[in-house]
């Protein structure tokens, strides 16, 4: 877990580069101009292109081989902590980012020292390759494997799922002529790259097994049950989730919860909502409510009447007990007739509740 004490940031300014020797001292010089602190990362350059950096008040770490941009971020970023900054944010070597863009930056910071702050390109822009997708600001260390142009992708999903959250600032971008511009983007290897760890990110997302938390800040804190709905959704409401994919949760949770899964509710709950990308949370709450013995009941009374036309009405050790697998099978097709109805009615109370709740805060802010 991250440390709650962090009052005061101290960011630095980290420049990976690899063979960019035409561009780099401009972009060193006009991020000094900035911040005090920078940060150049040599990748394994072949061009010498750090020699331009002589007089320049920067500090130079080198990779003897290239490793790749991840690499070189977690290299900078390690020896950012240990010269005391809290925050970095990486600038690319090439002049594509305007480091006048870093004072966007830091006040975002200031507020949400714990966040990972994300460059908003602008992709209106002329010259814009279209292999380019995103650019990726990186301040938490996470437990990452990825040491190429993949390692921006795995920082944001996993840091997602670590509990950090992701807040975004305009930033400027400039991409040279085609003929001008220098990129180190293999399209097949690095394409591959991205596609295989989007299939394990992916994969993972849906498996039933809670993410590790980073992060445990008390104002982050709110648990999150059925017994209370509308603090519960207020909670969930600030994680970046609407109405409608509250309520749809919490509808699946609902109707899972309200099937005879005896002994696999929750890691069906947690596998469902996972595929779906629903918030599992929510799920899993709302599936207390078919907790015994109110929705069990209701489901073997209403499979006892669609089978004999009457309700059970004498609760014994022989309805109950050795006539167990006849209430199993009971239970069974009642649960198939309710749950999509109990699921209907809790989705639409969900939607309707958090629907009023976002508004209401909407008019007070």
Not at 74 to 98: I, P, S, Y
Request: net charge positive.
């Amino acid at each position: 877990m991250l440390e709650k004490n962090l009052e005061n940031i101290k960011v630095g300014i980290v420049i990976p580069v690899y063979n960019h020797s035409k561009t780099l001292r401009d972009v060193v010089v006009r991020a000094l101009e900035i911040n005090a602190e920078v940060m150049v990362v040599d990748d394994g350059s072949t061009d010498r292109g750090i020699n331009s950096l002589t007089g320049l008040n920067v500090h130079i770490l080198n990779h003897p081989v290239n490793l790749g941009k991840g690499a070189a971020i977690l290299t900078a970023a390690k020896a950012c902590r240990q010269m005391g900054m809290t925050h970095l944010v990486t600038v690319d070597a090439d002049g594509q980012h305007n480091p006048d863009d870093f004072r966007r930056f830091v006040p975002v910071m200031q507020r949400n020292p714990y966040a990972i702050v994300v460059g908003k390109r602008n992709f209106q822009a002329v010259n814009i390759p279209g292999l380019t997708r995103f650019g990726r600001h990186f301040s938490k260390q996470l437990k990452l494997r990825e040491k190429g142009f993949a390692f921006e992708v795995e920082v944001l999903v996993k840091a997602a799922w670590a509990g950090v959250k992701l807040k975004e600032v305009d930033v400027s971008v400039y991409y040279p002529p085609a003929n001008e511009r220098i990129s180190h983007f293999h399209v097949f290897r690095d394409n591959l790259r991205l596609t295989l760890l989007n299939t394990k990110l992916t994969l993972r997302s849906i498996a039933p097994v809670p993410h590790r938390q980073i992060l445990d800040l008390a104002e982050d804190n709110g648990k999150v049950s059925v017994w209370h709905p509308i603090r519960s959704l207020k909670q969930l409401l600030t994680e970046n989730a609407s109405p409608v994919r509250l309520a749809t949760a919490g509808a699946l949770g609902m109707f899972l919860g309200t099937l005879p899964l005896i002994g696999f509710h929750t890691i069906t709950i947690l596998f469902a909502a996972g595929f779906f990308r629903l918030n599992k949370v929510a799920a899993l709450s709302t599936s207390q409510l078919c907790m015994p013995p109110l929705v069990p009941a209701l489901c073997i009374e209403t499979g006892y009447f669609l089978c004999h036309g009457k309700f059970l009405t004498e609760i014994s050790l022989q309805t109950l007990g050795y006539q167990g697998l006849e209430r199993l099978y009971e239970w069974v097709i009642g649960s198939l007739l309710l749950a999509p109805f109990l699921s209907a009615c809790i989705g639409a109370i969900i939607y309707l509740m958090a629907f009023f709740i976002k508004r209401t805060k909407r008019a007070t802010t």
